[in-house]
């Protein structure tokens, strides 16, 4: 499978137990919902293979465990991601109140440039909301990572939020790609070595 896909990509998803990151996984990787789904017990994780442009890319997202007792395992999941949803409950505050922790494990464990987005879930709870979507949108403006609120049971934003994690990555890594390639043909030649470039790489 690997072969054939152009890119593999690795992400998590994190936050507080119960927020709703297996239900978000499975609806976005197999179209599925469970009201009994249990907590996370360590680390699982499922992949989808979206086609961006040109490209197919295997996305293979890792779902952590919310419990605290687990946070040493989860956390070693972060090295080598390349993006990661941070999720919460916007019916319950205190998961809200949680994201600067999370969000400061993720930069601590994770690679300098992982595309983070952050996910207000269960917004089909709208009577029992305690976070306003503009605290959410504030939060996310002031740590300059994107924005949604999703609902994994109604499908409402789910596909958007991991595509538009995806598509962020997509460009950065074609990004260094194409600045690999500008200083490889930059750096100047062994003594007899002869170099072809093809400039429309570069246009």
Same mark, same amino acid.
């Given at each position: 499978m690997d072969d054939e896909c152009d890119y593999l990509l690795k992400a998590v998803m994190v936050g507080?137990? #119960?927020v709703?990151?297996?239900? +978000?996984? &499975?609806?976005? #990787?197999r179209d599925e919902f469970r009201l009994d789904s249990r907590p996370t017990i360590g680390v699982e994780f499922a992949y989808r293979n979206v086609?961006?442009?040109?490209? +197919?890319i295997k996305a293979?997202?890792?779902d952590t465990a919310g419990q605290e007792r687990f946070r040493a395992i989860t956390s070693s999941y972060y090295r080598g991601a390349s993006g990661a949803m941070l999720v919460y409950d916007m019916?319950?505050?205190s998961t809200f109140e &949680? +994201?600067?922790r999370w969000l400061e494990e993720l930069r601590r464990f994770g690679d300098h440039d992982m595309v983070i987005v952050l996910i207000g879930n269960k917004s089909d709870l709208g009577e029992a909301r305690e976070v306003a979507e503009e605290e959410g949108r504030g939060f996310a403006e002031l740590e300059g990572i994107f924005f949604l609120e999703t609902s994994a049971l109604n499908n409402t934003n789910v596909e958007e939020a991991f595509l538009e994690m995806i598509h962020r990555i997509h460009k950065i890594t074609s990004q260094k790609s194409l600045e690999g390639k500008v200083v490889e043909a930059t750096t100047p030649p062994k003594s007899g070595q002869l170099v072809q470039l093809n400039i429309d790489e570069f246009n």
């Open positions: 507080d137990s #119960a709703g990151k297996s239900n +978000l996984l &499975s609806r976005f #990787a086609r961006v442009r040109d490209k +197919l293979q997202i890792w019916t319950r505050r &949680s +994201l600067t």
